[in-house]
């Protein structure tokens, strides 16, 4: 039997090693991603700053792997009628599937904006972000604008204007988000505190902002207002893999797709087993993959005794969030139950949280590394 992942990241990475360990030895494991790397996702805006850090928020794959089949390659398409996924170096047959592909930056079709719009999705991305806010720095008056104020956005936004800081310049950073808060989808209480940490960084907030399309030098808002700007950064949504057709198809709590495959993580729209949508978020992928590799060994006992696959008893994953994370150049934002906090107790949170969770995928090092750059990083706990 053949058990195939699609996609690397939270989702991906964390399926399959808990594959390796509840799988039987002579189920066959694959893992394909178009880098031999995972990425360390929520950490990417910390190399705005932090150049130095790529190296630790970066994992082997064939190093946090035991048994699985590790292949670099683009996912170009998914047959799930005849299970064969195509890639950019062949085709790949499978008994079970995972698709963990994650998500693109979702640009809307609007006019200009993903001409001009930098997203923050790849290391590459995040260099060249650095690279233009240093040249901008260096002009009197500039202007930074970030479009999209979810939780990747506020990020990107503190560190730009904590760099702004520590160049001595006096660029302008604003952050612009359509709807009346900011990071929307999470409680009030959180939204609040993010917005009062991001004023206290220098960063101004405009919500009720709609960007409709942008050229080299403004964004035009639904309100036929033109902001200029001299560096555009957009955070402003995300969309399904290529693979998909840029679609997140919807799955139920069991995250069946069909009788062969699964989806989860930001490649999918979860609906729970309470029937609520699950937001896409670091801390659902990895909670998701505890519920597929529990559903895939399931899957897998009942066909190697023979049984009916459509028989087994699938559990469902329900969301319930212990709290939320969110970095705002040198401080934080942390819920926890219904209690939100910021400052030392927040960024020692957000360091433990990073540091567990490299741990957890076998990156002892990096999480070593990164407790060390934190501690000597000023203005850092």
């Known amino acids: 039997m053949h058990v195939v992942v699609l996609g690397a990241g939270y989702a991906g990475l964390t399926l399959t090693r808990l594959l390796e360990r509840t799988l039987p030895e002579g189920v066959d494991i694959t893992l394909v991603d178009e880098s031999p790397d995972h990425l360390v996702q929520h950490e990417l805006h910390r190399v705005i700053r932090r150049p130095e850090l790529a190296g630790e928020i970066t994992v082997s794959l064939p190093a946090a792997l035991d048994r699985a089949t590790v292949r670099v390659a683009r ?4 047959d799930r009628d005849e299970r064969v996924v195509t890639l950019s170096d062949g085709d790949l047959e499978y008994d ?3 698709i963990c592909l994650g998500a693109q930056t979702a640009f809307y079709g609007l006019e200009g904006v993903f001409e001009y719009g930098t997203p923050l999705k790849r290391l590459s991305h995040a260099s060249r972000i650095r690279r233009r806010a240093l040249a901008v720095c260096r002009r009197d ?21 904590a760099l702004a800081r520590e ?15 900011v990071a929307p989808g999470f409680p009030a209480h959180f939204q609040r505190a993010v917005e009062r940490t991001l004023e206290d960084a220098g960063v101004e907030v405009r919500t009720g902002a709609t960007v409709v399309e942008a050229d080299a030098e403004r964004i035009t808002l639904e309100s036929g207002e033109r902001v200029p700007y001299d560096q555009f950064v957009w955070t402003g949504g ?3 893999s290529d693979a998909l057709a840029g679609d997140r198809p919807t799955v139920d709590g069991d995250l069946r797709l069909d009788e062969h495959t699964f989806a989860l993580g930001d490649a999918a729209r979860v609906v729970d087993a309470d029937g609520d949508a699950v937001p896409a978020s670091a801390q659902s992928a990895v909670r998701e993959a505890r519920t597929a590799a529990e559903n895939i060994s399931r899957l897998v006992d009942a066909r190697s005794t023979g049984s009916d696959p459509l028989v087994p008893h699938l559990e469902t994953f329900s969301f319930d969030s212990p709290g939320w994370l969110v970095s705002v150049g040198d401080d934080a934002v942390a819920q926890v139950g219904p209690a939100v906090f910021t400052g030392r107790p927040a960024k020692a949170l957000k360091t433990t949280v990073g540091v567990g969770y490299l741990s957890s995928i076998g990156g002892i090092r ?10 000597i990083s000023p203005g850092r706990v």
């Open 167 to 181: 160049e001595g310049s006096t660029a302008s950073v604003t952050i612009l988000e359509q709807l009346d808060r």
């Open 238 to 240: 995300i969309r399904g």
């Open 75 to 78: 996912v170009e398409g998914i």
């Open 96 to 98: 079970l599937a995972a």
């Open 366 to 375: 990096n999480a070593a590394e990164l407790v060390y750059r934190d501690a």
């Open 141 to 161: 008056d500039a202007r930074i604008v970030v479009g999209g104020a979810g939780l990747s956005g506020v990020q990107v936004a503190g560190e730009l204007a």
